[in-house]
Nanobody, 125 residues
């Protein structure tokens, strides 16, 4: 499975960005998908996840109400709509996938088998 992220960039605080992740090489509809991020000097952290059927989503408390994860199984795409961005959202954002994982493990990075190369998001004050 190959994952390629796009959509990162520089945005002012309060602005919006939409990240995209294109998946290939696997049966996309059978994979749980997630976004993680890693800020400079910090560990990688969970941002959001969406189950393989798309009916269940999960968010980190820090982004709840501001970010929305979605998927298009027909296009093998996952999206992260980020609104009301804050400087603390500055990080490299990674798309990750794995075959169906237990819901209790969906926010754990080690649960994911495949990762993209990351896309940079910088939020200025």
């Amino acid at each position: 499975v190959q994952l390629v992220e796009s959509g990162g960039g520089l945005v002012q605080a309060g602005g919006s960005l939409r990240l995209s992740c294109a998946a290939s090489g696997g049966t996309f509809r059978d994979y749980d998908m997630a976004w993680f991020r890693q800020a400079p000097g910090k560990e990688r952290e969970f941002v959001a996840a969406i189950r393989y059927r798309g009916g269940t989503t999960l968010y980190a408390d820090s982004v709840k109400g501001r970010f929305t994860i979605s998927r298009d199984n027909a296009k093998n795409m996952v999206y992260l709509q980020m609104n009301s961005l804050k400087p603390d959202d500055t990080a490299v954002y990674y798309c990750a996938s794995t075959p169906r994982v237990a819901l209790s493990a969906i926010a754990i990075s080690s649960s994911y088998d495949y990762w993209g190369q990351g896309t940079h998001v910088t939020v200025s004050t």
